[in-house]
């Protein structure tokens, strides 16, 4: 089976790419079965199947993810490169996911991400590109997301960062549900999804809030609104919006 699925994946499977399918056995439970490259080999038969969550109407039959091109193989679960797409939505199209493509603005969605991380936890990466071309990552080695049945509660631990002055702002967000405008699950008696522009483990309200508005320079380097932007509080705090933003497992 193992084989199989391999070599199913090796005739599709792009460099950038992890694909999620069913195999169309019948079965009444059907598996979802995932094909991803270790490393990115010219090779595509460096594919290998793993097995995750039975299919079920809340989790998702069928995915696609992407694949950074880092020397390790990391599955992108959103992504924030310039303005052209929205991502001030509601909570059925970030339990969905939506977005453009491998190499722009993506959400994988909340049903996917859960199917990925969940229960055993993931280490995660968040890149973070600055508007004078300076990158910097935070690491957690254990991130993961409950079902929608929870509303998507985060659970995340384990920080580290490229650099000593970036800070661990999730820490703030663990054990919160996912908020959008239109469904309030956070701490705060305001609206933070809302007040904020975005969409997030809000709690009251945030330290970071990757998927608020998106601006441009000279915009970006001090916001007129408080804390809408794409910000990372430690130590860019509430009124720079980050330039890029990246979110791996």
């Given amino acids: 089976d193992v084989l199989q699925c391999a070599a199913q994946a090796a005739k599709h499977l792009l460099a950038h790419q992890l694909l999620v399918f069913i195999p169309r056995d019948g079965a009444q439970q059907p598996q979802c079965i995932v094909a991803e ?15 995750l969550t039975p299919h079920t109407h809340q989790s998702p039959c069928c995915i696609r993810v992407f694949v950074t091109s880092l020397s390790d193989c990391w599955i992108s679960i959103q992504r924030r490169v310039d303005n052209s797409t929205d991502f001030y939505r509601n909570w059925t199209e970030y339990a969905a996911g939506f977005g453009e493509g491998a190499h722009t603005n993506h959400w994988l969605g909340l049903r996917a991400v859960h199917s990925l991380t969940w229960p055993s936890g993931r280490a995660l990466r968040m890149r ?15 991130f993961s997301v409950a079902s929608e049945a929870d509303e998507f509660r985060l659970s995340i631990s384990g920080f580290s960062a490229s650099h000593p002055g970036v800070g661990d702002c999730m820490a703030f967000h663990n054990g ?3 908020s959008t405008h239109d469904k ?15 969409s997030w483990w809000y709690s009251a309200c945030h330290k970071t809030n990757l998927n608020g508005l998106y601006f441009y320079p000279p915009a970006a380097l001090h916001t007129e609104e408080f804390a809408v932007g794409i910000n990372w509080y430690f130590p860019f705090g509430f009124l720079y919006s980050l330039k890029e933003i990246e979110l791996l497992v």
């Fill in 37 to 51: 490259l270790i490393r990115i080999p010219a090779n595509r038969s460096g594919a290998v199947c793993r097995r």
């Fill in 176 to 178: 919160m549900k996912f």
């Fill in 184 to 198: 309030d699950n956070h701490a705060s008696r305001r609206n933070c999804a809302k007040k904020f522009r975005g």
């Fill in 128 to 142: 973070m590109r600055l508007w004078n071309g300076t990158e910097f990552w935070a690491d957690y080695s254990s």
